[in-house]
């Protein structure tokens, strides 16, 4: 018990940095998201193909390799220098950008036209339609499925540790290393993971049903 006490405010600062990374990561990827669904479903073929390349690409790579390719591969270049952090932010954000244009274009088609037919006829243009009819209804059924890949990417960012970003997995290592108490650290690490992801789900499940309500 002692070690695990000893341990634990550096966990915590791990913890504090997986965190960071993930809220600003989910939220940079689910614009990109939108922005690719959008682009999905324009009727400019050639913006169809930038999206359908850009998530095939994305869906068709390993995480790690993403992170190499950003972290060592884009930083060779004379031009480009990014830090541990923000290599590691850029790659959950597109990782996790690619899986949201997914989502959110199949959330979309699942409206039925009628609903755009509607809007269009009491005179509501396409973005005002997107806005305020589409979406709206498109986010409660995808609420799940986003869920579960923010959950997905979270513990992707356990990875980053391998490009040297002090985070929970990272700090793990450290407190493994340093104890020799490799089962009680990696055992609360596990534990501090899962209060996390436990904790997105009731959040998941409270919004649901907020939605539902209305």
């Given at each position: 018990m002692e070690t695990i006490l000893a341990a634990l405010p550096y966990l915590l600062e791990g913890l504090q940095v997986t965190i960071y990374i993930f809220l600003i990561a989910i939220i940079l990827g689910f614009m990109i998201g939108m922005i690719m669904a959008l682009l999905r479903l324009a009727p400019i073929k050639v913006l169809n193909w930038i999206s359908r390349i850009f998530v095939d690409?994305?869906?068709?790579?390993?995480?790690?390799?993403?992170?190499?390719?950003?972290?060592?591969?884009?930083?060779?270049?004379?031009?480009?220098?990014?830090?541990?952090?923000?290599?590691?932010?850029?790659?959950?954000?597109?990782?996790?950008?690619?899986?949201?244009s997914e989502i959110i274009r199949a959330g979309i088609q699942s409206i039925d036209k009628g609903q755009t037919e509607a809007a269009r006829s009491i005179g509501l243009t396409s973005v005002q339609t997107m806005r305020f009819i589409i979406l709206p209804q498109a986010f409660r059924r995808m609420l799940p499925t986003i869920t579960n890949q923010s959950i997905i990417s979270l513990k992707d960012t356990s990875?980053?540790?391998?490009?040297?970003?002090?985070?929970?997995?990272?700090?793990?290592?450290?407190?493994?290393?340093?104890?020799?108490?490799?089962?009680?650290?990696?055992?609360?690490?596990?534990?501090?993971?899962?209060?996390i992801i436990y904790c997105l789900s009731l959040l998941a499940n409270f919004l649901e049903r907020r939605f539902e309500l209305r």
């Open positions: 690409a994305i869906r068709g790579t390993p995480f790690l390799v993403q992170l190499f390719f950003i972290y060592f591969g884009l930083n060779s270049l004379p031009w480009i220098s990014f830090d541990s952090t923000t290599a590691g932010i850029i790659t959950v954000a597109i990782n996790a950008g690619a899986y949201f990875l980053l540790s391998i490009i040297g970003i002090a985070d929970l997995t990272q700090q793990g290592e450290i407190q493994a290393s340093a104890t020799f108490e490799a089962f009680k650290i990696w055992l609360t690490v596990g534990v501090i993971y899962f209060v």
